[in-house]
Every structure is written in structure tokens, then in C-alpha cells.
């Protein structure tokens, strides 16, 4: 992305590893559930997890660009975004009765888990700068 520092975008690489390992043993689930709709399914869910992590991701690190007062709206941007994507994906599995929802609801939920894990790993092992009293306002 233009403008955007490739060290705020290191987190996309391990979080897109975390949802190519979950797809493998959701879209196993999910044939043995659905037949190939639910392997189909499951692998779309984990797709839209990724999808949705890596825009709302890029879209944040493009707004601190411009300025840190807009990562937050961004980042408040970047997840009514992921959920419009997801809500808009699960109302058009609806409408067409596809046998694959289900099994695309579930990889959905793995795939957030294992985005949020990477998260959680990612932020305990960041190092942060050490503010003293003094540096303070």
C-alpha cells in the first residue's frame, strides 16, 4: 500500500498463516459435514476472516499515516466494514438456501479465533516504550 510503512503491516503475515492453517482442518470438517457445500463453506469463512482482518488492517495503517487521531475512527471504520462484509455474505448464503452456511458459520467463528490468538501472541511480545512520570503532561 502506498504511504504505509511495511513495520505496521507486519501483522498480516502471521495472521494470514493462522487462517491457511485453519482452513485445512475446517474444510475437512466441513466435507464431512456437507459433502463439498460445507468445504466450500468453511473455506469462505476462513476467507472472509482474512479478508476482512487484512483491509480493516491496511485501512488503520493508512489512517495513522495521515495522522494518530484518525486510527481510531479508523479502526471503528475497519470493523463496521468486516462486519458489514460478513453480515452481507451470510444474508446472500441465505437467501439462496445453500447447504454450505452452516459449515461457513463455524470456520467463521475458527478463523476470528485464530486471527485474535495471532493478535493476542503479537501484542504480548511487542515491546513498548518505557514512559517515566517526567515525559508526562
Known sequence: ???????????IRPALLACAAAVVPVGIAGAVWQGV???????????????????????????????????????????????????AAFLVASRTGWSGMMPMAMATIVGIVAVLTVLM?????????LLRPEDSL
Open 1 to 11: 500500500m502506498v504511504g504505509v510503512k511495511t513495520s505496521k503491516l507486519t501483522l
Open 37 to 87: 457445500a460445507g468445504a466450500l463453506g468453511a473455506v469462505a469463512g476462513v476467507a472472509l476472516v482474512a479478508v476482512g482482518f487484512v483491509g480493516s488492517w491496511m485501512f488503520t495503517a493508512w489512517a495513522e499515516q495521515l495522522g494518530l487521531r484518525l486510527v481510531f475512527a479508523a479502526g471503528v471504520m475497519g470493523y463496521i466494514g468486516k462486519i458489514g462484509l460478513v453480515a
Open 121 to 129: 501472541i503479537w501484542a504480548a511480545r511487542m515491546r513498548l516504550p
